[in-house]
């Protein structure tokens, strides 16, 4: 098994406001230690894969704004594999650059391609699932995605629908379709199906294959990258990378790739696996107390509350009573109290702030 | 007008727990910014006489542990001119020390005792009637109290029920008896009859007057004090005060004095006055959004919200739905959020805090 040629992406430049003020502009979800573990969700998917990737073969992707987190919280992490992006244009550029920086270190690579702010319980399956992964892609022109198999309707997740088998790995399936985030009705019809999984965002390849993807389903995309191939990995990618990289348009690799191409597949797996892509989903991926209530990072001392998330920063109580179905979050001189079924509307809340109070408070 | 004769004494050594956690153990109610003005009470207490009694005229009576809170407070007031109790007594033992000490000091003094926690918003007649009261104890045997004259049938003060009028000046009544908080039926007769006032905890007589009635009515706290006339306003004060006042007894002097004595006159005022002792008082004596909602030291935003406090200490804001007659109230690492009907519960609150969580807290 030839692990060297073995890398990992990790996307890492997010900047979310679901979890506003619990996670901020300058501290974003992938940051923080949301479980009070001592170690940010970015910490934890990095030592998820480090029984088998070594730190040498991580390269993440960023924003420069994270340059110091980053540093501080992933020391282990060599400085030239930290790759900058000089905008913000979703994943499939992203994607896109680091294979071409991975193709100029070793072309016959292959790469598991990680967010960095996922939960996953279930990490000995995960390094299962993943050694399987690579070794297929790297005997197979494929594009692997993992489906995680579904627990409930979620409307909140896209879906990917199992087509046949393959006749030399039975675990991997061709890929039939990818859902959109489906309504409630139409999740029930989806689950009951059993050929329907979530849409993890967990993708395998080689960087060969995914190259060739590239040029095939999103020319747009590969005609700004493949001209740099001299100089990946060199001291003069990152001018390059600064001219280049906001030319590309702003899609995601699922639109870009993924729904086009006619060599995807998956495997379907059960990782204990949440995107946290909610409050609501970070309450479900939480354990909870007898009343149903979520503590982040604090000492509670609750009264007839039930169902609630209850989120601060530091060595914090918080007293409360006659809470039902809230949240409760608080970071750095910002306090939030809201319905935990409105969290829809957090977005709109935070721009209201940033109109009223600026920046400082985002 | 002998203004030189004239003394305020200031009780500061209060510690309460209804406030928590905006004012805490080392931080009480009497230091903190209150309505975000830039003054703590008892900043706005002193700045309300200063018209009237010098800073060297104006004697502190409080704890130790408030030692460097009130230097770096009230720069201007001179050491010797702060009492600091070796142990907690209640009013009562205060107050008799505070005439001793001033009458080491002039024997011909006349004195106002005032809480240094509650709100008055009419200085003018504040000041008014405090010259009023000091010439008319000045010129008789006296012990001479505030009522203010009551707005609505609270049952969270005390009432005073007034008598006849002096014949030199009728402004000065002779007060027929004090009654207990009282429930809210008794409240509206009270209220109605037009004879009863809201007990304001200010007080006006001479240092002579008040420590004859202590050697009458309080001979248990007379005699503590006595022994020390040698020595009080001397460097041998404190080793004095230091052995003898933990014998005092710990009582009022409404219990003490006032409820006995026959020489109790009062002055109806209304001086815009709060004893600021709830969150609900609190809640009536502040500006009010439309809302009904009252914000002390933050900026909301609220949706949904009504006749709720929001009080934090630092430049914060707080984004809140959904709730009604709630309390919020966040400082250093304790964040309390809990129902405005419910707030006598409060005390039991902070002790289950002591309790599972430790002093830190409190």
């Known amino acids: 098994m030839e692990t060297n040629h073995r890398y990992c992406v990790i996307m890492c430049g997010g900047v979310g406001s679901r979890f506003w003020p619990f996670s901020r502009t300058n501290m974003p979800k992938q940051f923080l230690d949301f479980f009070g573990t001592g170690r940010s969700l970015l910490q934890m998917t990095v030592n998820r894969v480090l029984p088998h990737i070594p730190h040498s073969h991580i390269i993440l992707v960023t924003n420069d704004r994270y340059r110091d987190l980053i540093r501080t919280q992933l020391p282990e992490i060599p400085e030239e594999n930290i790759l900058f992006e000089p905008a913000r244009r979703n994943t499939a550029p992203c994607v896109c650059w680091a294979a071409h920086h991975i193709y100029a270190l070793d072309p016959d690579a292959s790469i598991i391609t990680l967010p960095s702010d996922h939960l996953i319980l279930n990490e000995q399956e995960f390094l299962r699932v993943m050694s399987e992964g690579l070794r297929f892609v790297e005997s197979h ?89 001299k100089v990946y990995a060199t001291p003069a990618e990152n001018e390059f990378i600064d001219r280049e990289f906001p030319n590309a348009p702003s899609i995601s690799i699922d639109y870009a790739i993924m729904e086009k191409a006619s060599n995807v597949y998956m495997i379907a797996v059960d990782l204990g696996w949440s995107d946290l892509g909610s409050w609501k989903a970070l309450h479900e991926a939480s354990p909870r107390n007898r009343e149903g209530n979520v503590t982040q990072n604090c000492k509670l001392l609750a009264e007839d509350c039930h169902n609630s998330v209850f989120a601060v920063n530091g060595d914090k109580i918080i007293v409360a009573s006659g809470l039902d179905n809230y949240i409760v979050a608080e970071n750095d001189g910002a306090l939030l109290i809201y319905p935990l079924e409105k969290e829809q509307e957090i977005r709109r809340v935070v721009n209201d702030v940033r109109t009223r109070f600026g920046e400082k408070y985002i």
Chains 1, 2 share one sequence.
């Open 141 to 229: 022109d494929a594009l692997l995605t993992l489906g995680i198999t579904p627990k409930s309707p979620e409307t909140g997740y896209g879906y990917i629908q199992r087509g046949l088998p393959c006749a030399d790995d039975p675990d991997v399936m061709k890929v039939k379709s990818f859902t959109e985030k489906p309504n409630l009705e139409m999740a029930r019809l989806l689950l009951e199906s059993g050929d329907f999984f979530w849409n993890s965002g967990i993708f395998i390849w080689t960087a060969r294959s995914i190259l060739k993807a590239f040029a095939r389903y999103a020319p747009e995309i590969s005609e700004i990258f493949e001209p740099g191939e």
